[in-house]
């Protein structure tokens, strides 16, 4: 059975930086699209990052571009989201998960069908 798994969560004062992990099993993900979302107390899910299979492309909210980077390494079945100068307010749980279907990137929820069961990021101030 598929299954993500998101690591690397914790409390990081603002400014600072956290990278988090997200490990497949049970099939390849190398040619799905694969993309993190957040989802902070009380407010919906929003689109963090997503990239294509073969790392052709990336694509980013607008909150964090130029402060996060989503990359892959579909050796090791893992995607990455590396977060510099975070902020109070990119407090969230953030969530990994794969489109096995779509071929060019959507920020569209109901396209990822497998998701992990998230990551805890707190930024103090």
């Known amino acids: 059975q598929a299954r993500l798994e998101e690591f690397g969560g914790g409390l990081v004062q603002a400014g600072g930086s956290l990278r988090l992990f997200c490990a497949g099993s049970g099939r390849s993900f190398r040619n799905d699209v694969m993309g993190w979302f957040r989802q902070a107390p009380g407010k919906e899910h929003e689109f963090v990052a997503a990239?294509?299979?073969?790392?052709?492309?990336?694509k980013y909210g607008d909150p964090v571009k130029g402060r996060f980077t989503i990359s892959r390494d579909d050796e090791k079945n893992t995607v990455y989201l590396q977060m510099n100068s975070l902020k109070p307010e990119d407090t969230a749980v953030y969530y990994c998960?794969?489109?096995?279907?779509?071929?060019?990137?959507?920020?569209?929820?109901?396209?990822?069908?497998?998701w992990g069961h998230g990551a805890q990021v707190t930024v103090s101030d």
């Open positions: 990239i294509s299979r073969a790392s052709g492309m990336t």
């Open positions: 998960a794969a489109d096995r279907l779509s071929v060019i990137i959507t920020t569209n929820m109901g396209a990822y069908r497998d």
